[in-house]
């Protein structure tokens, strides 16, 4: 473990990850965030634009993760759920655009699924968090 609190696992002869980890090494306060999709805290959708439900579900997740006095930078894991993952590939300068002005240049592990559909018929994406709050951190 290195002296930061999370280490990005990347083996050197692989080409570089973009946007992503491999992996990510971590010790503290463990922080899981269910699913959570692109309405806003009334439980209403704001909009159908794929993009646009990615920036509101990235910052719900900011919002669970306070909570828990953890910040963006925390984060060690996300798993997205999409039901057209071309909507995710034709949008993703949008979705860069919205993930850098709402969790940073911070790349935890992730992962990205395509789904025939979510439990919320207007959602086009879910995304589960994991968060890890260094040990020096959550001493309160």
């Not at 996300?78 to 240049?105: E, H, S």
């Amino acid at each position: 473990m290195s002296d930061r609190a999370h280490e990005i696992l990347h083996p050197a002869h692989w080409k570089p990850a973009v946007g992503y980890a491999n992996g990510i090494a971590a010790r503290g306060r463990m922080v899981f965030c269910g699913g959570l999709i692109g309405w806003n805290a009334q439980q209403e959708f704001e909009t159908d634009d794929f993009a646009g439900q990615v920036a509101q579900t990235l910052r719900n997740i900011v919002a669970v993760l306070a909570e828990a006095g953890a910040r963006p930078e925390h984060l060690v894991r996300l798993t997205w759920y999409v039901t057209d993952k071309r909507a995710y590939l034709d949008g993703l300068r949008d979705i860069g655009r919205a993930y850098r002005g709402i969790i940073g240049r911070h790349y935890p592990a992730m992962a990205l699924v395509q789904v025939v559909a979510l439990v919320e018929d207007r959602a086009l994406v879910e995304i589960e968090a994991t968060a890890v709050i260094p040990e020096e951190e959550g001493r309160s």
